[in-house]
C-alpha cells in the first residue's frame, strides 16, 4: 500500500511539474529509519502526521513536536496523544480528525493543516516539562 500511495502522489506530482522534479509532497514509510535520517525528516517537515486507529503513548508525535516546534501537527483521536494534550488543554494547538475511515473529512483536515497552520510550540514546551518519566510515574502511582 505504501508503494501505491507514493507512485500514485509522484504521478500526479509529474503530471503537474514534469517528469524531473524529486519532490515529495508526501512520505509515506513503513520500514524502521536511523535516528540521524529521522531527525532530519522531522526538521524538514511542515506538518507531521500521527493517526493511529488506537494507540498509546504516540511517542512519534512526542518527537516531532519536540524535534520541529515550529511544523504542524495532525493527530487521530485514537492517538494517546491528543488524550493527554486534550486533558491538559492544549487541544487548540494541532489538527484533529475525529474518523479516519472518512476520507473527504480527513482530506478537509489536511487541507486546514496546510492553510490554517497550527504550530506546536507550546506543546513542545509543555512536552519539555512533562516528559515521559513524569507520565510513567502518574500511571503507576497517580497523579500528585
Same mark, same amino acid.
Given at each position: 500500500?505504501? !508503494?501505491?500511495?507514493?507512485?500514485?502522489?509522484?504521478?500526479?506530482? *509529474? !503530471?503537474? #511539474?514534469?517528469?524531473?522534479? !524529486? #519532490?515529495?509532497?508526501? /512520505?509515506? &514509510?513503513?520500514?524502521?529509519?536511523?535516528? %540521524? &535520517?529521522?531527525?532530519?525528516? @522531522?526538521?524538514?517537515? !511542515? /506538518?507531521?502526521?500521527?493517526?493511529?486507529?488506537?494507540d498509546g503513548m504516540n511517542l512519534v508525535a512526542k518527537e516531532m513536536i519536540v524535534c520541529n516546534p515550529n511544523?504542524?501537527? /495532525?493527530?487521530? &483521536?485514537?492517538? +494517546?496523544t491528543h488524550h493527554q494534550f486534550l486533558e491538559n488543554k492544549l487541544a487548540d494547538n494541532y489538527h484533529l480528525?475525529?474518523?479516519?475511515?472518512?476520507? *473527504?473529512?480527513?482530506?478537509?483536515?489536511?487541507? &486546514?493543516?496546510?492553510?490554517?497552520?497550527?504550530?506546536?510550540? *507550546?506543546?513542545? %514546551? @509543555?512536552?519539555?516539562?512533562?516528559?515521559?518519566?513524569?507520565?510513567?510515574?502518574?500511571?503507576? #502511582? +497517580?497523579?500528585?
Amino acid at each position: 500500500i505504501p !508503494d501505491k500511495i507514493n507512485k500514485k502522489f509522484q504521478k500526479i506530482l *509529474e !503530471d503537474k #511539474y514534469g517528469k524531473e522534479t !524529486d #519532490y515529495k509532497a508526501i /512520505i509515506f &514509510e513503513t520500514a524502521g529509519v536511523k535516528r %540521524e &535520517e529521522l531527525i532530519k525528516r @522531522y526538521l524538514a517537515m !511542515d /506538518i507531521g502526521v500521527v493517526t493511529p486507529v488506537m494507540d498509546g503513548m504516540n511517542l512519534v508525535a512526542k518527537e516531532m513536536i519536540v524535534c520541529n516546534p515550529n511544523a504542524s501537527l /495532525i493527530l487521530s &483521536e485514537g492517538a +494517546g496523544t491528543h488524550h493527554q494534550f486534550l486533558e491538559n488543554k492544549l487541544a487548540d494547538n494541532y489538527h484533529l480528525v475525529q474518523d479516519i475511515t472518512k476520507v *473527504e473529512a480527513f482530506a478537509q483536515v489536511m487541507h &486546514e493543516a496546510v492553510t490554517q497552520p497550527k504550530k506546536v510550540a *507550546e506543546l513542545s %514546551e @509543555y512536552l519539555k516539562k512533562n516528559g515521559v518519566e513524569k507520565w510513567s510515574n502518574e500511571f503507576l #502511582y +497517580g497523579k500528585k
